[in-house]
């Protein structure tokens, strides 16, 4: 049985010094915890919808680090 994960992919950059250079923007792919069958995520919304929900919770908390801890 094949397992996965919900996902979510982005780019950001953080550039607080507000120059009107093009920032370089970084990738960052979050995954949720869990792995299931692909049926699990074939059949059943609310799997889908709760794992997609911890991926994006993880994401927006890796972002908030980010800007919290970031040091030039």
Do not use: C, H
């Amino acid at each position: 049985a094949m397992l996965v994960a919900a996902f979510v992919e982005f780019k950001y950059s953080l550039n607080p010094t507000g120059d009107n250079q093009s920032p370089d923007y970084e990738r960052a792919y979050i995954t949720s915890k869990t792995s299931r069958p692909l049926e699990a995520f074939e059949t059943d919304e609310v799997v889908v919808n709760s794992d997609l929900d911890e991926a994006l919770n993880r994401a927006a908390r890796r972002m908030a680090n980010k800007i919290i801890y970031w040091r030039p």
